[in-house]
Nanobody, 114 residues
Framework: QVQLVESGGGLVQPGGSLRLSCAVS????????SGWYRQAPGKQRELVAS???????DYADSVKGRFTISRDNAANTVYLQMNSLKPEDTAVYYC????????WGQGTQVTVSS
């Protein structure tokens, strides 16, 4: 059974940083494509960052230069380091792994507000 468990969300002031974690079980992150998505109230879920098994990373234009996706193969965990956070980054963030199927975590709330 594949499980993705996100953590690390919370309330942060504009300009602050957070690191989201996605602990994965049941599928090997190293040989999968993983990603982070987000969904703000009243908006569609959007791709924030992705990382392929061969190391290619892609980012939404709105987060380039501020967010970094990475993984710890030994821990089978995917991370999203978010710096210089803006109020428009407020959303529920979801971890995603693509293997034989597409798997999602339960989401973690990120709120950027003063």
């Amino acid at each position: 059974q594949v499980q993705l468990v996100e953590s690390g969300g919370g309330l942060v002031q504009p300009g602050g940083s957070l690191r989201l974690s996605c602990a994965v079980s049941g599928i090997i992150v190293r040989i999968s494509t993983s990603g982070w998505y987000r969904q703000a109230p009243g908006k569609q879920r959007e791709l924030v960052a992705s990382s392929t098994s061969y190391g290619r990373t892609d980012y939404a234009d709105s987060v380039k230069g501020r967010f970094t996706i990475s993984r710890d193969n030994a821990a089978n965990t995917v991370y999203l380091q978010m710096n210089s956070l803006k109020p428009e980054d407020t959303a529920v963030y979801y971890c995603n792994v693509r293997g034989p199927a597409v798997y999602w975590g339960q989401g973690t709330q990120v709120t950027v507000s003063s």
